[in-house]
Protein backbone atom coordinates (compact mmCIF):
# COMPACT_ATOMS: atom_id res chain seq x y z
CA UNK A 1 0.00 0.00 0.00
CA UNK A 2 1.09 3.67 -1.02
CA UNK A 3 0.53 6.53 1.66
CA UNK A 4 0.74 10.24 1.34
CA UNK A 5 0.30 12.67 4.00
CA UNK A 6 -0.87 16.10 3.25
CA UNK A 7 -2.63 18.93 4.87
CA UNK A 8 0.56 20.33 6.62
CA UNK A 9 1.06 24.41 7.10
CA UNK A 10 2.34 27.22 9.61
CA UNK A 11 -0.66 28.09 11.83
CA UNK A 12 -0.83 30.34 15.27
CA UNK A 13 -0.99 28.47 18.30
CA UNK A 14 -4.31 27.55 19.60
CA UNK A 15 -5.20 26.97 16.07
CA UNK A 16 -6.14 23.19 14.47
CA UNK A 17 -5.15 21.38 11.53
CA UNK A 18 -6.50 18.56 9.87
CA UNK A 19 -4.01 16.12 8.46
CA UNK A 20 -4.76 13.83 5.90
CA UNK A 21 -3.51 10.44 4.83
CA UNK A 22 -4.30 9.02 1.32
CA UNK A 23 -3.81 5.27 0.62
CA UNK A 24 -3.57 3.23 -2.64
CA UNK A 25 -3.86 -0.45 -2.69
CA UNK A 26 -5.49 -3.26 -1.93
CA UNK A 27 -7.73 -4.20 1.43
CA UNK A 28 -7.28 -0.77 3.01
CA UNK A 29 -9.93 -1.22 5.47
CA UNK A 30 -7.76 -4.69 6.97
CA UNK A 31 -4.90 -1.85 8.10
CA UNK A 32 -4.48 -0.20 10.96
CA UNK A 33 -3.11 3.28 10.49
CA UNK A 34 -0.88 5.42 12.80
CA UNK A 35 0.32 8.98 12.96
CA UNK A 36 3.94 9.69 13.86
CA UNK A 37 6.15 13.16 14.46
CA UNK A 38 9.55 14.04 14.15
CA UNK A 39 10.15 17.35 15.86
CA UNK A 40 13.61 19.75 15.11
CA UNK A 41 16.51 17.51 17.09
CA UNK A 42 13.74 15.13 18.25
CA UNK A 43 13.57 11.20 17.82
CA UNK A 44 10.16 10.33 15.59
CA UNK A 45 7.21 9.68 17.97
CA UNK A 46 3.71 7.80 17.92
CA UNK A 47 1.28 10.63 17.90
CA UNK A 48 -2.70 8.61 17.23
CA UNK A 49 -3.66 4.97 15.74
CA UNK A 50 -6.33 3.86 14.17
CA UNK A 51 -6.74 0.34 13.60
CA UNK A 52 -9.21 -1.74 11.57
CA UNK A 53 -13.09 -1.92 12.54
CA UNK A 54 -14.12 -2.58 14.93
CA UNK A 55 -11.61 -1.58 17.91
CA UNK A 56 -10.94 1.43 19.12
CA UNK A 57 -7.96 4.30 18.21
CA UNK A 58 -5.20 4.84 20.94
CA UNK A 59 -3.88 8.81 21.47
CA UNK A 60 -0.74 10.04 22.59
CA UNK A 61 -0.85 11.72 25.93
CA UNK A 62 0.78 14.73 24.11
CA UNK A 63 -2.03 15.28 21.77
CA UNK A 64 -5.28 13.00 23.93
CA UNK A 65 -8.48 15.21 24.54
CA UNK A 66 -7.36 17.84 21.43
CA UNK A 67 -7.20 15.02 18.54
CA UNK A 68 -9.54 13.01 16.51
CA UNK A 69 -8.18 9.87 14.60
CA UNK A 70 -10.36 8.97 11.98
CA UNK A 71 -10.52 7.11 8.66
CA UNK A 72 -13.37 6.74 5.59
CA UNK A 73 -12.40 3.16 4.06
CA UNK A 74 -14.25 4.01 1.08
CA UNK A 75 -12.16 7.03 0.08
CA UNK A 76 -8.98 5.34 1.83
CA UNK A 77 -8.29 8.07 3.84
CA UNK A 78 -7.00 8.80 7.23
CA UNK A 79 -7.44 12.23 8.78
CA UNK A 80 -5.68 13.37 12.28
CA UNK A 81 -7.48 16.50 13.32
CA UNK A 82 -5.74 19.03 16.18
CA UNK A 83 -6.93 21.11 17.72
CA UNK A 84 -5.42 23.91 20.62
CA UNK A 85 -2.08 23.52 18.64
CA UNK A 86 1.44 24.38 20.56
CA UNK A 87 4.81 25.42 19.35
CA UNK A 88 5.94 22.19 20.58
CA UNK A 89 3.54 20.20 18.12
CA UNK A 90 5.90 21.14 15.16
CA UNK A 91 7.03 18.33 13.67
CA UNK A 92 7.06 16.77 10.32
CA UNK A 93 3.94 14.05 10.55
CA UNK A 94 4.16 10.80 8.73
CA UNK A 95 1.45 8.52 8.21
CA UNK A 96 2.36 4.71 8.75
CA UNK A 97 0.26 1.72 8.01
CA UNK A 98 0.50 -1.85 9.15
CA UNK A 99 -1.45 -5.46 9.27
CA UNK A 100 0.82 -6.67 11.78
CA UNK A 101 -0.32 -5.67 15.19
CA UNK A 102 -3.67 -3.66 15.87
CA UNK A 103 -2.76 -0.28 17.88
CA UNK A 104 0.76 -0.29 17.69
CA UNK A 105 2.56 2.37 19.29
CA UNK A 106 6.17 1.24 17.98
CA UNK A 107 7.74 2.75 14.65
CA UNK A 108 8.69 -0.73 14.08
CA UNK A 109 5.27 -2.36 13.67
CA UNK A 110 4.79 -0.30 10.79
CA UNK A 111 5.54 -1.65 7.15
CA UNK A 112 4.41 1.17 4.73
CA UNK A 113 5.64 5.24 5.64
CA UNK A 114 4.38 8.08 3.62
CA UNK A 115 6.78 11.16 2.98
CA UNK A 116 5.53 13.15 5.77
CA UNK A 117 3.62 16.51 6.35
CA UNK A 118 5.43 19.76 7.87
CA UNK A 119 3.29 21.35 10.73
CA UNK A 120 4.61 24.86 12.39
CA UNK A 121 3.07 25.86 15.29
CA UNK A 122 3.79 29.72 15.73
CA UNK A 123 3.63 31.01 19.35
Known amino acids: VQLQASGGGSVQAGGSLRLSCAAS????????VGWFRQGPGKDREFVAV????????AYADSVKGRSTISRDDEKETVYLDIGTLRPEDTAVYFC?????????????????WGQGTQVTVSS
Open 96 to 112: AATRRTVRSRSENDYDY
Open 50 to 57: IPWSPNRA
Open 25 to 32: GRAFSSYA
